[in-house]
Each structure stands twice: as structure tokens, then as C-alpha cells.
């Protein structure tokens, strides 16, 4: 779970490989339209995986999810669109952390046991510097 930058919202993923949004603001009579929502990720064909991690853009409030499957994804929540898919890694996205400025990505990459104990690459760790359309939020 991780709250959004601003502090109006959380984003809480799930092993069911789905991510909910919700508002704090819902609470009160005028929550400004926004209403609490789900959407699924990390997928692929009939298979699911859960989602490890989740990391705010710092200064644009997007964020990205990383899953069981090796890919990290970036969203626009409050518009509720997909902006980009990294390329796959070779295991497990375990933690992720946007520098200060959002324009670089740390990726733990890590086998979290998901299929029990088995051969697995080795952890690593990644510094991906993300380009400008990989985080800004889409335009309505």
C-alpha cells in the first residue's frame, strides 16, 4: 500500500494482481466526483500475479506497479490509463523507489517465492532512468 503523494488517496495492490485506488476524501459529502475504483494487472493469458510493489512519481503523482511476472507498469490513476510497460525482467519485481526528482526508477528484482523453492535467477538491482512520457499523466 502507498499513499499518494498529495496524502487525498492510497493505492493498495493485491496478490489477486489487482490494484485499488481509493480516495480519502470519499468520506466527506463532496468527494469532487472521484470515486474509489480497481483494476486489474500483471497478467498474462489466464495466469495472474500478485503485486509486490508500488512507487509514486514524486512530482506527478502517477505511479508504478511492479508484479510476479517481471514487468513494471506506469500509471495515470486519477485518469485511470495505462502510460507504459518496462521492458520484463528476468525474475520477480519485488520494491521499487522513484528518486527525488521522478526522473530516475530503483527496481529490486528479486524471486519471492511465488512457485515455492525452486531454481531462480539472482536478486539485482536496477536504476532506470525513465523518460518524461513514461510518467507524465495523460491529457483528458
Known amino acids: 500500500v502507498r499513499c499518494f503523494p498529495d496524502g ?18 470519499e468520506i466527506r459529502t463532496d468527494s469532487g466526483g472521484k470515486k474509489k ?8 493469458g ?11 512519481h514524486p512530482l506527478y503523482g502517477t505511479f508504478a506497479t511492479g508484479g510476479c511476472d517481471g514487468t513494471v507498469t506506469t500509471w495515470d490513476g486519477l485518469n485511470k ?5 518496462l521492458p520484463k525482467f528476468a525474475t520477480s519485481v519485488a ?3 522513484f528518486s527525488p526528482d521522478g526522473t530516475r526508477l530503483a527496481i529490486a528484482a528479486s ?14 538491482i536496477y536504476m532506470r532512468d ?6 507524465r499523466p495523460k491529457t483528458k
Request: glycine share 6%; net charge negative.
Open 8 to 25: 487525498r488517496g492510497l493505492a493498495l495492490g493485491s496478490v489477486e494482481g489487482r490494484v485499488a485506488i481509493e480516495f480519502l476524501d
Open 111 to 124: 524471486y519471492t517465492f511465488e512457485e515455492g523453492e525452486r531454481e531462480h535467477p539472482r536478486d539485482e
Open 46 to 56: 489466464d495466469t495472474v500475479y500478485p503485486v509486490n510493489a508500488i512507487a509514486f
Open 37 to 44: 475504483y480497481a483494476f486489474k494487472c500483471h497478467r498474462s
Open 130 to 135: 525513465m523518460l518524461d512520457s513514461e510518467c
Open 95 to 97: 520494491a521499487m523507489a
Open 81 to 85: 490509463k495505462k502510460l507504459s510497460t
